[in-house]
């Protein structure tokens, strides 16, 4: 058995979340935060039979997009006055991160 670890955006989530359970998929939904943004996104634990891994992926890739969000950051160096300018910058979200773990033990206790 494996764990998928799918991290998405917020926009994605539910529908990732339904498509995968239309198909027999079970899946748990925790709402979590990037580090970089800062802003929240979704992280999708779903625990699959190695058989059925790539029909997750390709679900996964599916339906979820990739985006572009500005993010503020602090300036790299201190401009005149000796202060830390926030500035934009331009990232591309997603789809989606996904880590592909082993199961050692799957139990319902
Ligand atoms: P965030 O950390 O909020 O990152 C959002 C997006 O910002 C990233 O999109 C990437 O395009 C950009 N980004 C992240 N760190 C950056 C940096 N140090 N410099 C410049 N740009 C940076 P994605 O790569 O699609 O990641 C989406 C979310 O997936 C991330 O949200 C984070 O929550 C998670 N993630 C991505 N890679 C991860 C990893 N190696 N380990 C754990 N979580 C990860």
Do not use: C
């Amino acid at each position: 058995m494996k764990l998928i670890i799918a991290i998405v955006q917020d926009e994605d989530a539910q529908r990732l979340t339904s498509t995968l359970m239309d198909d027999g998929f079970s899946v748990t939904k925790l709402a979590t935060t990037g580090g970089f943004l800062r802003a929240g996104n979704t992280t999708l634990l779903i625990g699959v039979d190695e058989e059925r891994l790539d029909d997750a992926m390709d679900l996964i890739e599916k339906v979820s997009k990739s985006r572009k969000q500005v993010a503020t950051s602090p300036s790299p160096v201190a401009g005149a006055a000796g202060v830390y300018v926030p500035y934009p910058v331009e990232v591309t979200v997603g789809g989606a991160t996904v880590f592909v773990v082993d199961v050692e033990q799957f139990r319902k206790l």
